[in-house]
């Protein structure tokens, strides 16, 4: 009988101690996440932003009837790779 009460006393302090646990950890990791989750939206935000104006300045060349020829990666104007 006594040894029955020390298991099921041990079981419950176990199954508090972990729950105390998970909530302290939970706490942190989401403390943690925070302050990367906002760096990377304001990264994002700028990336909008310079899209936008990338867009922006397109359709107005566009519309201005002086269509640019965009840079191929490496390559000239006229849309030519280098040779090497």
Avoid: H
Wanted: hydrophobic fraction near 45%.
């Amino acid at each position: 009988m006594v040894v029955m009460i020390f298991l099921i006393g041990l079981l419950l302090g176990v199954l508090g101690g972990g729950a105390l646990c998970v909530r302290y950890l939970r706490q942190e990791i989401a403390a943690d996440v925070g302050p990367r989750l906002r760096q990377v939206q304001m990264q994002l935000d700028k990336l909008d932003t310079e899209i936008n104006l990338v867009l922006a300045t397109r359709l107005a060349d566009l519309s201005r009837g002086n269509p640019q020829v965009p840079l191929s990666p490496g390559g000239d104007r006229d849309g030519s790779w280098p040779t090497t």
